[in-house]
DNA sequence: TTCGATAGTAGAACAGTGTTCGTCAACGAA
DNA sequence: TTCGTTGACGAACACTGTTCTACTATCGAA
């Protein structure tokens, strides 16, 4: 509209869109989805409040430090896991290596948050559910209070160091070909040593250099974790 | 010298004092220092540079990366590695446990590079070394030659592991009383849980918040994967 | 209705990181 | 003597976590 000469035109003042207002599960959302598209290395205070269209600063009004959010992160993750088949005392050594199988799956679904899920104690309400079914198979199994409650700390410290190693691999950007040269070089490698000062090692060269494609030694470890705990067992 | 005063005096060259040319080891052994001193989260390209008297660039032509500097780290901390007793058949039980402590202790000599370490492959001769000898140990335990192999992954993750997982704790800056104000909280958390849906966690709230200090739940942890592999031995 | 307190927002700044760029000096071969 | 190579290293780039400071909106008491 034309003013008349005059009167000078007022500008208009600025107001904020109203915006949804900041709290812990927006943000954990928000971080959530960057740790799903773009993997762990991504999730950072920037990146987080820049999804929310926010500043980095107004997160520390909700979290404490990135420590605390990374915290959040494991705690989503973990909240991830299913356990939906009933618990069977009969195959509670299948069980167990099952909930292993999961909290695997669950952990590879949020690339590298197994990175700070080391030294993590979930407490959430699934995680607790976990626990609390973890104990139940071990009891099934006959397995004395104290060994139960200590391989319930084991059993996700194995199944994060694994998801973590992974991440560790993932995050060279190596593709498929590179990991197999990267490995039948070792293989090479372990060939050519002296096999006097390392027989075994020489002998062995080419187990040594198998299974790490796939679940193999993730199955192993599960598989030795499960018959050392089952080996402690009390007879009745 | 004094000059004919018609001579100008010709003010010396500055020269560089002669410095003792950067390498690999130097580098490494600078790295080492600070890692020993202040812990891994002060190992940076500049902290190095600074404890070696040049610019983080210098390091470059000689790492090609920070992570390569972290592998490097590792292989120094997997040197000091010691395995004196001979090896006896008989109790390899017992030296593969003996392993698994040196392990952990030369990671504790080095705070922090456990961070390093996971999805790191040491292949220097110390790293050989412990390689051949826990193929030793489990060979004569009779373990099959692929699962022999597979542990020799199984085992240094673990001790990895915990030791990753003592550097978040060390790293939180708590003195004793806020680890064991931390704990006791935990303890009366799982005190205070629903019994009818956690069980066995209340039961247990006691034994599952034992055991954090000191090393009893790391020797629960190398028994079970010790029994483990022994429940895999095949039958003269 | 007014005013002060509080909480939250968010740009700017601080102190740090890993890495690359560009320049310079030293050195050895031609 | 000249030239190419190699290593050294300050500066710069792009990023990080976190704090400082100023501002705005909301709320409750007077």
Redesign the interface.
């Known amino acids: 509209m034309t003013q008349p000469p005059w009167q000078p035109i007022t500008p208009a003042k600025p107001t904020r869109t109203p915006k949804e207002p900041l709290n812990r599960e927006r943000i954990v959302d928000a971080a959530m989805r960057v740790l799903v598209e773009s993997g762990y290395d991504a999730v950072s205070m920037r990146k987080v409040a820049q999804a929310l269209g926010t500043g980095p600063a107004s997160l520390y009004a909700h979290v404490a430090n990135k420590r605390e959010l990374d915290q959040l992160l494991v705690e989503r993750a973990a909240a991830q896991m299913r356990f939906d088949e009933p618990v069977d005392p009969a195959r509670w050594q299948e069980q167990l290596k099952a909930m292993m199988r999961e909290m695997l799956r669950a952990m590879r679904a949020n690339p590298g948050v197994a990175r700070a899920a080391?030294?993590?104690?979930p407490?959430g309400e699934r995680a607790?559910?976990s626990?609390?079914r973890m104990?139940?198979l071990l009891?099934a199994g006959n397995i004395p209070?104290?060994?139960?409650?200590?391989?319930?700390?084991?059993i996700p410290?194995?199944v994060?160091?694994?998801a973590?190693?992974e991440?560790?691999?993932s995050a060279t950007d190596w593709k498929p070909e590179d990991v197999e040269r990267f490995i039948s070089g070792?293989r090479s490698?372990f060939e050519s040593?002296p096999a006097d000062?390392?027989?075994?090692?020489v002998a062995?060269s080419g187990?040594?250099t198998?299974?790490a494609a796939g679940d193999?030694?993730f199955e192993?470890?599960i598989?030795?974790?499960?018959?050392?705990?089952?080996?402690?067992a009390e007879k009745n």
Do not use: N
Not at 118 to 121: E, K
Not at 145 to 154: E, I, K, S
Not at 197 to 201: H, N, Q, S, Y
């Open positions: 080391i030294g993590a104690v407490l607790l559910m626990t609390e104990l139940t009891k209070d104290q060994a139960a409650a200590w391989a319930v700390d084991l410290l194995y994060t160091a694994v973590f190693e991440t560790v691999q070792l490698y040593l000062r390392f027989p075994l090692t062995l187990v040594l198998s299974g193999e030694r192993f470890g598989a030795v974790i499960v018959a050392g705990l089952a080996s402690l």
